[in-house]
């Protein structure tokens, strides 16, 4: 018992760091994709010394994995590099509620991959996700920033969906750090050729966030979301999940004095509530 409430604090916090990661899009002045390349250098590089002092295995099994994990790594990058520039134009709030639609797109996916249709549920679902999006788009003018950072926030979604819908097919057998250190390295080198501002001119205080978005709010909550698996179930993690919104609306309420529209917490809602309910329905069925 003692164990599973030590869990279940390491989920919350690290659901609670995830949330997190959002504020740096605002607090570092950089583009998308120079936070995304640092980030993921540092977060990578902490990574590997952990792996190296738990003594856990860094190489991979098969040669194969190695392509498998360059996809991984692709989708990864356009995820976080679309995430953190839906987050600089539409606000926090907004964008990660949009990046949120990501688990009924994943229910819309994955029959394209095993050969399946969608089920009724899913489909109100994804009306409902559509109706919460459409709340949270202040217009139809793709030159408006708030609805740019909605469509990059449903972009990044797609392709977190596409990572992780990968990663369970092909990819499960290796642990959650072992996973990330391949994907942040990718990342890192496929962006560093797009980098506007080299690391010799990135300010001291900028150095220093992409240092602590990178092991406190990347490396650390990965760390913890993978132990506290050892003893919750995958429906508990999935569940617990789905309260990141929340957690980073609150963060930037109180670090940036985000303040989000009325229509933004009623899309937001019906956003997160079929979130949850898709996360819900898989893992019942799971079960079964």
């Known amino acids: 018992m003692q164990a599973q409430q030590q869990s ?36 990578g ?9 738990q003594k856990k295995p860094i190489k991979l099994n098969k040669p194969k994995d190695y392509l498998i994990v360059l996809l991984l790594g692709i989708a990864v990058g356009i995820h976080w590099v679309t995430y953190f520039a839906g987050m600089q134009m539409a606000g926090i709030t907004v964008g990660m ?8 797109v994943t229910v819309f996916l994955e029959p394209l991959f095993n050969k399946s249709r969608p089920k009724a549920k899913d489909i109100i679902s994804a009306a409902v996700v559509i109706l919460g999006i459409y709340l949270l788009v202040p217009s139809a003018n793709l030159g ?20 992780n819908i990968t990663h369970k097919r092909y990819f499960s057998q290796y642990s959650g750090p072992q996973t990330m250190f391949y994907q942040t390295l990718v990342a890192s080198i496929m962006l560093c050729a797009f980098i506007e501002v080299p690391i010799y001119e990135v300010s001291n205080h900028d150095l220093t966030l992409i240092l602590i978005a990178g092991v406190i709010f990347t490396a650390t909550p990965h760390s913890l979301f993978a132990a506290s698996l050892k003893h919750l179930s995958a429906a508990t993690a999935g569940l617990i999940a789905c309260l990141q919104p929340l957690y980073g609306t609150l963060l930037a309420i109180i670090i940036i004095h985000e303040r989000p529209s009325l229509m933004t917490l009623v899309g937001g809602i019906l956003i997160v509530s079929a979130a949850c309910f898709e996360t819900w329905s898989i893992t019942q069925k799971a079960r079964k």
């Not at 509620?97 to 009924?104: I, T």
């Not at 708030?146 to 969906?161: E, H, N, P, R």
């Open 8 to 43: 279940l604090l390491y989920l919350h916090i690290a659901v609670l760091l995830f949330g997190g990661t959002a504020l740096f899009a605002k607090l570092i002045d950089l583009n998308a994709i120079d936070i995304t390349v640092y980030r993921t250098a540092v977060a």
């Open 45 to 53: 590089i902490a990574i590997l010394f952990m792996l190296y002092l």
């Open 97 to 104: 509620l949009a990046f949120f639609s990501y688990p009924v």
């Open 144 to 163: 408006d920033d708030v609805t740019m950072g909605i469509v990059m926030g449903v972009f990044s979604g797609l392709f977190f969906a596409l990572r």
